[in-house]
């Protein structure tokens, strides 16, 4: 993701319920149009490796997306 034209940037957040965990992977891109540099299927296909599919107990077939109207900074978190 990081090398296709209008990334911006990428988190990975967590919230942990009991013994299970819930991703959620938010990416930022320069526009709408960039955000669409994936693979095949439909725009809003979610886009999750094989590899990546196996370590998961389920995740989301489709993604959602969001116009940034305000931000007031970007923080990074090693």
Do not use: C, R
């Not at 990081?2 to 990334?7: K, M, N, S, T, W």
């Not at 540099?37 to 979610?46: I, L």
């Amino acid at each position: 993701m990081a090398e296709l034209p209008g990334h911006l940037g990428a988190s990975l957040a967590v919230k942990v319920n009991g013994t299970d965990y819930e991703l959620v992977v938010t990416s930022l891109w320069s526009d709408l149009a960039s955000a669409g540099h994936f693979e095949k299927g439909a725009f809003d296909d979610a886009v999750v490796k094989p590899s990546t599919q196996k370590l998961l107990k389920s995740f989301d077939l489709k993604v959602e997306y969001f116009e940034t109207l305000v931000t007031t900074g970007i923080l990074e978190k090693g």
